[in-house]
């Protein structure tokens, strides 16, 4: 057995023994999304009632902002190092990814940033990922059935002002327009 495969074997023995064994705090970095189950959760939800902060973002984040938890965590540097502080953030914005697309988006991101080893980093990227896409669409299924007016048919001019927006071209292409003539 290899040395690589002996540490993926007592990592997946130490995962499965059950949250009283890890850090609440480091699930983010052990637990694909779809392993999150009522323990888990519950654990990490009161891990995260133990938190304080003076720190108006922060406080936000602890209460279940998620916009403020995918602030806190896209300003960390990168590449990302495990500290104190990158645990805290990359918890509170794992709390707000069960149930918010964008902060699942964004935590998969971050997972592909960090130093851990590729497969593992892999690993857990794409289940965050598989996990937005779920949320995503349950979303989109939500809104479409409630919603009568995306069945109708746009009028002449809302697919006018579509094909102009659609038309915008960015500022780096090069591109030909009145005042380019000289």
């Known amino acids: 057995m290899r040395r690589g495969d002996k540490q993926r074997a007592r990592r997946r023995r130490r995962c499965a023994s059950g949250p009283s ?30 938190i304080g902060s003076t720190l108006p973002e922060w406080q936000a984040a602890i209460a279940g902002d998620a916009g403020a938890a995918v602030g806190i965590v896209l300003r960390l540097r990168a590449p990302f190092r495990v500290t104190a502080r990158t645990d805290l953030a990359m918890t509170l914005l794992l709390n707000c990814a ?11 991101h971050a997972l ?14 794409e289940s965050w990922l598989v996990h937005h896409g779920q949320l995503a669409q349950h979303r989109g299924t939500r809104r479409s059935s409630g919603d009568r ?34």
């Open 21 to 50: 064994k890890v850090n609440p705090l480091s699930y983010w970095r052990r637990f694909p999304a779809e392993a999150f189950n009522a323990p888990l959760r519950g654990a990490l939800a009161r891990s995260i009632r133990s």
């Open 98 to 108: 069960f149930a918010n697309a964008g902060a699942a988006l964004v935590l998969s």
């Open 149 to 182: 007016s995306s069945s109708r048919r746009p009028s002449r001019l809302e697919a006018r002002a579509r094909a102009k927006r659609d038309d915008v071209r960015p500022a780096h292409e090069n591109w030909e327009g009145p005042d380019d003539a000289a």
């Open 112 to 125: 592909r940033r960090m130093q851990f080893a590729r497969v593992e980093r892999k690993r857990l990227a």
